[in-house]
Antibody, heavy 120, light 108 residues
Framework: EVQLVESGGGLLQPGGSLRLSCAAS????????MHWVRQPPGKGLVWVSR????????SYADSVKGRFTISRDNAKNTLYLEMNSLRAEDTAVYYC?????????????WGQGTLVTVSS | ETVLTQSPATLSLSPGERATLSCRAS??????LAWYQQKPGQAPRLLIY???NRATGIPARFSGSGSGTDFTLTISSLEPEDFAVYYC??????????FGQGTRLEIK
């Protein structure tokens, strides 16, 4: 069974930094692109970032470009999101998601999410 | 950026009725269109991929259609557990991958 378990969320002040983790199991982690998707409280889903299978290529939403960094450790089956210069508008539940693979970028598997709150 | 516009924002129906949800793209996405269901406090669940293919374990009452810029999710006969928020998502023109703003399906 595919499992994705996020951790690392919390409450922090504007300008702060945080690293989210997503532990994957139940599939060959190194074979799939991975993504972060966030959801502000009471609002819709927003794609944040993606990383390819070996970590050599990544993409970001404009709203986080230059502040967030996605990475992965295939030996540890873990995905990361390094978040710097955090703003109030970054407050959201952050989900990691696995795409379908083979060039298809829809998300058949999601973690349970971790809440990041940025507030003074 | 490809903008997805979902309509209606809220749909009020009774169990047993047919639900028709719409998703319109600002430019063609071919059939790279997926639908998700999200219940309160839960992660989204993939229902439909490639515009018309049901994901594993999704009941046959859910169906998707469309291509290019106009897509529809149909629930043929609503069950109590179907009342939730539904999102469409395109992965044709990225980055960024984009989602619609959601349709809330509520019990009438």
């Amino acid at each position: 069974e595919v499992q994705l378990v996020e951790s690392g969320g919390g409450l922090l002040q504007p300008g702060g930094s945080l690293r989210l983790s997503c532990a994957a199991s139940g599939f060959t982690f190194s074979n799939y692109w991975m993504h972060w998707v966030r959801q502000p409280p009471g609002k819709g889903l927003v794609w944040v970032s993606r990383i390819n299978t070996d970590g050599s290529a990544s993409s970001y939403a404009d709203s986080v470009k230059g502040r967030f960094t996605i990475s992965r450790d295939n030996a540890k089956n873990t995905l990361y999101l390094e978040m710097n210069s955090l703003r109030a508008e970054d407050t959201a539940v952050y989900y990691c998601a696995r795409d379908r693979g083979s060039g298809y970028r829809d998300f058949g598997h999601w973690g349970q999410g971790t809440l990041v709150t940025v507030s003074s | 950026e490809t903008v997805l516009t979902q309509s209606p924002a809220t749909l009020s129906l009774s169990p047993g009725e047919r639900a028709t949800l719409s998703c319109r793209a600002s430019q063609s996405v071919g059939t790279y269109l997926a639908w998700y269901q999200q219940k309160p406090g839960q992660a989204p669940r993939l229902l439909i991929y490639d515009a018309s293919n049901r994901a594993t374990g999704i009941p046959a009452r859910f169906s998707g259609s469309g291509s290019g810029t106009d897509f529809t999710l149909t629930i043929s006969s609503l069950e109590p557990e179907d009342f939730a928020v539904y999102y469409c998502q395109q992965s044709s023109n990225w980055p960024p991958i984009t989602f619609g703003q959601g349709t809330r399906l509520e019990i009438k």
